[in-house]
C-alpha cells in the first residue's frame, strides 16, 4: 500500500518525506520490521518506542510514525502525530482494508466472566451454523485453529491484523474479550462492535488504575463510545443489573440497553434452578420466552455467565432452541472451575480465579458441593495490586476449612514476602497456622504455608480425602509460572495428576 493511501486514515499529522512509498507492513515492535515497513513508536509503561526507532531503521523502516522526533533520520520519511497510539490503530484499520466491517463484532468487558462467557457465545453461534472467532485470555481461535495469548486484548494492529485473517476465512462473527487496559489505552478504539456486554465489576488491577472510579471509568468507556444504529445494524448494551455497576453504567450507555440477573426485573433471568458436580440446570425468561437449559458447567457464578451469553445470542436474532443446544454443548472451559480427573478420584478444581470476589465466588460455588472439607490453595501475583493479597487471605479463610498459602507468579517480587502479606488476611480471621506434621488426619479449621508451589499442590493432594473439594486457584489455564525474569513450564492440572499418581 503507498504511504499516501495508508496515512488516509489519519486526520492530524505532519509528513517529512516521500508519499509515494511502497509500505509493506507496519508494527510497533522494532524487532518485527522488516524491509521496507512503517514503524509507529509509542509509549508503553515500562518502554518507550521512540528509543527504538534506530533499531527499527536498520531492520528496513523506510517511514517512522511518533509523537517527537529528537534528530534527523535521514532519507527516512517522518510522520509526526499528536497520538501514536491512536494513528497505530487508525492506519491498522487502513492497512487491513477495515475488517471489522466484515464480521459482526461481540465486546465483552468486566473484571470476571469474559473467558468462560466467550466460550458458550462460540459454542452457541457454532451451533446456529456461524464461523465464530475469538481473541481472548486464553488463546485466539477461529475454526480449530488456536494460539496462546499473551495479553487479554492485543494492540489495536493485532486486533485489525487477526480480524481480517478470521474473516478472510469465512468468519461471521468474532467475540473479544476487553480489558480496562485496553479500553484505558485506546487498542478497541475503532472496533465497531455491535453487542457489547458487562459481566461485572469487582477489584483487580489497581497496580495500573491507581483506584476504582479509575478502573471503572474505563470499564465504561466500551459503553459510552457504543453508537445506534451500525453498520452491522442495530447496537446493544447487555449488562449485569445485579452488580452494584450495572445501574450506573445501563446510564451512560449510547444505545439500546438489555439487562440480565437473576432479579425477575430483568429482562434476562433464571429460577427453577438446581446445581451438582455434574453442572447446572435452570429455566431462563426472556423477551422471547423461556427455555430450559442444561449445562456441564457448575455453579452460579456460571449461571450468570450464561445469562450474558444468552442476552447477547438473542440480540444477535438467535432462537431459544439454538441458544440451548449451544450451551448444552459445552463441557468445559480451560481452567474455569475446571474438573481434573485424577488417579485417586479426588475432587480438584482448578479455577483463575485472581481477585478476592472471583476467589469468593468460587468457593460459594463449592461450598454446597462439599461433603467433607474445602480445602483452598492460592497465591498472589507479583508486581501487581498488592492491596488485594490481604483481601484474598480474608477471602480464602473465611470460606475454606483449610487454606494453602502458596507462590502464584512472584515475578520480580520476594515470594517469602507476598506469602507474608497474604498471611496477614488469613491470621486476622482466626485461622490457626499448622505445621505440615499435623495434616493427616485434621479435623479443624487450619492454614498452611509452602511457598513452592508443586510441593504445595503435592501437600494439598496428599491431604484431601474423596469428601473433600481441593480448590487450586489463581493460574487457571496458565501453563507457565514466572519467578523473576524466567518463565518456567508450569501446569496446575499437569501437576494435579503427577501428584495423585505418585506413592
Given amino acids: 500500500m503507498k504511504l499516501d493511501q495508508l496515512l488516509k486514515g489519519l486526520s492530524d499529522y505532519d509528513l517529512d518525506g516521500h508519499a ?15 524491509a521496507w515497513d512503517l514503524f509507529v513508536a509509542i509509549r508503553g509503561n515500562s518502554q518507550d518506542g521512540h528509543d527504538y526507532i534506530n533499531d527499527a531503521i536498520r531492520n528496513g523502516a523506510v517511514a517512522l510514525v511518533a509523537e517527537e522526533f529528537g534528530k534527523s533520520y535521514g532519507e527516512v520519511s517522518k510522520i509526526l502525530v499528536p497520538d501514536s497510539r491512536e494513528a497505530l490503530s487508525k492506519l491498522a484499520v487502513q492497512f487491513y482494508k477495515n475488517p471489522c466491517h466484515e464480521v459482526q463484532l461481540i465486546g465483552i468487558t468486566g473484571t470476571n466472566g469474559k473467558t468462560t462467557t466467550s466460550y458458550i457465545i462460540e459454542s452457541i453461534l457454532t451451533a446456529a451454523g456461524a464461523r465464530p472467532g475469538v481473541i481472548g485470555t486464553i488463546n485466539t481461535r477461529f475454526q480449530g485453529k488456536t494460539h496462546p495469548s499473551p495479553v487479554t486484548t492485543p494492540e489495536s494492529l493485532d486486533i485489525m491484523r487477526l480480524i481480517r485473517e478470521m474473516a478472510d476465512g469465512g468468519a ?83 444505545t439500546e440497553v438489555v439487562t440480565y440477573g437473576l432479579d425477575r426485573r430483568w429482562d434476562f433471568n433464571a ?37 450474558a451469553a444468552t442476552a447477547v445470542s438473542q440480540s444477535l436474532g438467535l432462537n431459544l432452541d439454538i441458544i440451548a443446544e449451544g450451551i448444552k454443548r459445552l463441557k468445559t472451559v480451560p481452567g474455569r472451575l475446571e474438573l481434573v480427573e485424577n488417579r485417586k478420584r479426588l475432587t480438584v478444581i482448578v479455577d483463575y480465579a485472581h481477585t478476592p470476589d472471583a476467589l469468593q465466588k468460587a468457593q460459594e460455588t463449592l461450598r454446597p458441593l462439599t461433603e467433607g472439607r474445602l480445602i483452598t490453595l492460592f497465591g498472589c501475583g507479583g508486581d501487581r495490586d498488592r492491596g488485594k493479597r490481604y483481601e484474598m487471605g480474608v477471602c480464602a479463610a473465611k470460606n475454606s476449612d483449610i487454606v494453602i498459602i502458596t507462590s502464584d507468579n512472584p515475578r520480580s517480587e520476594d515470594p517469602e514476602s507476598i506469602v507474608r502479606q497474604i498471611e496477614e488476611g488469613v491470621r486476622d480471621s482466626d485461622l490457626i497456622r499448622a505445621e505440615w506434621s499435623a495434616t493427616v488426619g485434621i479435623d479443624g479449621r487450619a492454614y498452611f504455608i509452602e511457598v513452592d508451589r508443586q510441593r504445595a499442590i503435592e501437600k494439598a493432594i496428599s491431604m484431601a480425602d474423596k469428601k473433600d473439594i481441593v480448590l487450586i486457584a489463581g493460574k487457571g489455564h496458565e501453563d507457565y509460572q514466572i519467578i523473576g525474569r524466567e518463565k518456567r513450564a508450569f501446569d496446575d492440572r499437569k501437576e494435579v495428576v503427577r501428584a495423585a499418581g505418585m506413592n
Fill in 172 to 254: 461471521t462473527h468474532v467475540v473479544l474479550e476487553v480489558s480496562s487496559h485496553a479500553l484505558d489505552q485506546g487498542r478497541t478504539r475503532d472496533c465497531p462492535f455491535r453487542v457489547a456486554l458487562f459481566t461485572n465489576f469487582t477489584r483487580d488491577h489497581l497496580d495500573y488504575h491507581n483506584t476504582m472510579e479509575e478502573y471503572f471509568n474505563a470499564k465504561s468507556l466500551l459503553f459510552r463510545k457504543l453508537r445506534r444504529g451500525g453498520r452491522n445494524g442495530k447496537t446493544v448494551a447487555v449488562i449485569n443489573m445485579d452488580d452494584p455497576k450495572g445501574e450506573e453504567l445501563a446510564s451512560v450507555s449510547n
Fill in 271 to 307: 429460577d427453577s434452578i438446581s446445581t451438582d458436580k455434574t453442572g447446572l440446570k435452570a429455566r431462563i425468561t426472556t423477551p422471547a420466552g423461556q427455555v430450559e437449559i442444561i449445562s456441564s458447567l457448575i455453579g452460579r457464578i456460571n449461571l450468570y455467565n450464561i445469562l
Fill in 20 to 34: 509515494e512509498l511502497e509500505i509493506k507492513g507496519l508494527d510497533y515492535d522494532s524487532r518485527r520490521i522488516r
